[in-house]
């Protein structure tokens, strides 16, 4: 009797070409896939749940797999970790209904974009912030992202390369604070657009740069038109935080 087993993933993004399995590098998917495969002996194929970019890092991506294997479904994190390099870790496993589906499960989603502000960079921060040497002004961007909260067509935040027809989606919260030199910009939404939180954050870079107020972000969302929106941030600044689901009871 086979089952559906659920696994929060955490992984460094640093070394690999994003989640998704792809010709041209080696990507987080292809490795658990891998290792699974070998360690369950059968052939297996996850479904993730957000195909995060080159580069960007996850806390507690979500994936789903199914198998005959009689491992319990907890057990499955402890017997692949001791698979997998150290840069990605399974930090849960259990059982799941067989027609759970990590994509179309209603869910929330949070990621963390982090951008060093200071003179100077940090050797030890390059990998997970963006550095920026300009003073940014936390709290003209604090306003520019009440404007981006609620449900809008985000097609102005999505890259031209999408292929999604629907563009539009829910921002719940979107909080932007400092401590020492790190500024935090933290973004829980029902779904997101290809490059949407790293153009969010490319443009709310901007309005702390001085180069748009506040409340040209609304026009921004009104043009529909990437054009118009600030540039696309760096994908190292970027961590999946963490994912939600309802059906789990998690919201």
Partial sequence: MGKRV???????????????????????????NRELSRLLNEEIAVIGASRTDSGVHALANV????????????????????????????????EVPADFHPRYTG????????????????????????FVYMPLDVEKMK????????????????????????????VYELNVFKENDMIHIVITGNGFLYNMVRIIVGTLVKVGLGVYPPEHVKEIIEAKNRDVAGPKAPAE??????????ELGEY
């Fill in 63 to 94: 994936a789903v797999f199914d198998t005959e294997s009689r491992i319990p479904a907890e057990k499955m994190s402890f017997a692949l970790n001791q698979r997998l390099p150290d840069d990605i870790r399974i930090q849960e496993s259990f």
């Fill in 107 to 130: 869910s929330k989603k949070t990621y963390e974009y982090k951008i060093l502000n200071r003179r100077l960079p940090i050797p030890t921060e390059r990998l997970y912030s963006y």
């Fill in 237 to 246: 600044g970027l961590t999946l935080i963490k994912i939600q689901y309802e």
């Fill in 6 to 32: 659920f696994m929060r993933i955490a992984y460094d993004g640093t070394n690999y070409c994003g989640w998704q399995v792809q010709i041209n590098g080696i990507t987080v998917e292809e490795i658990i």
């Fill in 143 to 170: 306003q520019a992202a009440e404007y981006i909260v609620g449900e809008h067509d985000f097609k102005s935040f999505c890259s031209n390369r999408t292929q999604v027809e629907n563009t539009v989606r829910t």
